[in-house]
């Protein structure tokens, strides 16, 4: 059964897992590293975490994103 009315896609490209990735790992970097008391790692991921909403955007205007002319659509 298909219900492609109620499935928004939830991004699923390229670009979304890359930009999804390197923000996790600048998460989970800055968390142990305040854990830590390094106040200058805990900014380093601060900015890591505005680069990997960059990199997704970028990668969305390069046609990597959903809907995307180099990305080829998965039937269910």
């Known amino acids: 059964m298909s219900n492609n009315i109620g499935d928004p896609g939830h991004g699923h490209s390229p670009a979304a897992w890359t930009a999804v990735v390197i923000m996790l790992v600048a998460v989970s970097i800055g968390t142990l590293f305040?854990?830590?008391d390094m106040p200058v790692?805990?900014?380093a991921s601060a900015g890591l975490?505005?680069?990997g909403l960059l990199v997704g955007w970028g990668?969305?205007?390069a046609g990597y994103g959903?809907?995307?002319s180099k990305v080829a659509a998965k039937e269910h």
């Open 34 to 36: 305040f854990f830590l």
């Open 41 to 43: 790692v805990v900014w």
């Open 49 to 51: 975490l505005v680069v």
């Open 59 to 61: 990668m969305q205007k």
């Open 66 to 68: 959903v809907g995307g």
